[in-house]
């Protein structure tokens, strides 16, 4: 076994595993996928520790990095992806997590406003092997609305707020995931659309970098 082959078996088994992700097909894609192939060459040391990791580019509004193996798996498995399903994978980043959907799902949109990111996220995932995979480039808060409507829609960052756009594009029945940050604390929320209106509940606590594209506009304060 290679380095870089038991690092990641040691990610799944005492980062994965342990914390609650109990979904068999999450994990042997975790086992089989490549999660330095995602990673900036001079980082690929940090591909499988327990945290995020920089992707080196950004955009005036954050810097982006790859979710943690541990949270990323929890959303996923949140997600309960089906393998017919549509799914829209916003702010895709390098592709790591559109690469997991890709075991898991008929077809995957990975969307990402970086083109810099956009384009790695391409090469890697046809390096792979994933056919099932396209990926967009655009804002994150409008979503891809050319091939909605989606059955899972999952966030790749933390977000203040769900906008509507993103609500729209579910398919009745349809999923939406994403990490909400409050004041201080952050919690991964789960929406569902049923009979044409959208719920949702927050589950449990999540760390997850910022995505772009999602903040509020500032208030004005009179005095």
Same mark, same amino acid.
């Given at each position: 076994?290679?380095?870089?082959?038991?690092?990641? $078996?040691?990610?799944?088994? &005492?980062?994965? %595993?342990?914390?609650?992700?109990?979904?068999?097909?999450?994990?042997?894609?975790?086992? @089989?996928?490549?999660?330095?192939? #995602?990673? /900036?060459?001079?980082?690929?040391? =940090?591909?499988?520790?327990?945290?995020?990791?920089?992707?080196?580019?950004?955009?005036?509004?954050?810097?982006?990095?790859?979710?943690?193996?541990?949270?990323?798996? %929890? *959303?996923?498995?949140?997600?309960?992806?089906?393998?017919?399903? *549509?799914?829209?994978?916003?702010?895709?980043?390098?592709?790591?997590?559109?690469?997991? $959907? &890709?075991?898991?799902?008929?077809?995957?949109?990975? =969307? @990402?406003?970086?083109?810099?990111?956009?384009?790695?996220?391409?090469?890697?995932?046809?390096?792979?092997?994933?056919?099932?995979?396209?990926?967009?480039?655009?804002?994150?808060?409008?979503?891809?609305?050319?091939?909605?409507?989606?059955?899972?829609?999952?966030?790749?960052?933390?977000?203040?707020?769900?906008?509507? /756009? *993103?609500?729209?594009?579910?398919?009745?029945?349809?999923?939406?995931?994403?990490?909400?940050?409050?004041?201080?604390?952050?919690?991964?929320?789960? $929406?569902?659309?049923?009979?044409?209106?959208?719920?949702?509940?927050?589950?449990?606590?999540?760390?997850?970098? /910022? =995505?772009?594209?999602?903040?509020?506009?500032?208030? #004005?304060? $009179?005095?």
């Amino acid at each position: 076994m290679s380095d870089m082959a038991a690092a990641r $078996f040691n990610m799944v088994e &005492s980062q994965v %595993r342990p914390n609650k992700v109990t979904d068999k097909r999450i994990l042997g894609a975790m086992l @089989e996928i490549p999660r330095e192939l #995602f990673v /900036p060459e001079a980082r690929r040391s =940090l591909a499988y520790m327990d945290e995020e990791v920089p992707l080196g580019t950004g955009t005036e509004r954050a810097v982006r990095r790859l979710i943690a193996p541990m949270p990323l798996a %929890r *959303l996923v498995q949140l997600c309960a992806v089906d393998d017919d399903d *549509l799914v829209l994978d916003v702010g895709c980043a390098s592709g790591y997590s559109t690469a997991i $959907f &890709s075991r898991l799902a008929g077809a995957v949109v990975g =969307l @990402e406003c970086d083109v810099t990111l956009a384009a790695r996220a391409a090469a890697a995932l046809e390096e792979l092997g994933a056919d099932n995979v396209d990926i967009a480039t655009g804002p994150l808060e409008t979503g891809h609305a050319a091939a909605a409507p989606y059955d899972v829609i999952m966030l790749g960052g933390a977000v203040p707020e769900v906008p509507a /756009p *993103l609500l729209r594009q579910l398919k009745e029945g349809g999923r939406l995931v994403a990490v909400v940050s409050g004041d201080g604390v952050s919690h991964a929320h789960l $929406f569902e659309k049923i009979g044409g209106d959208v719920a949702h509940r927050a589950l449990f606590e999540a760390a997850a970098p /910022p =995505l772009p594209g999602f903040e509020r506009a500032p208030r #004005f304060t $009179f005095v």
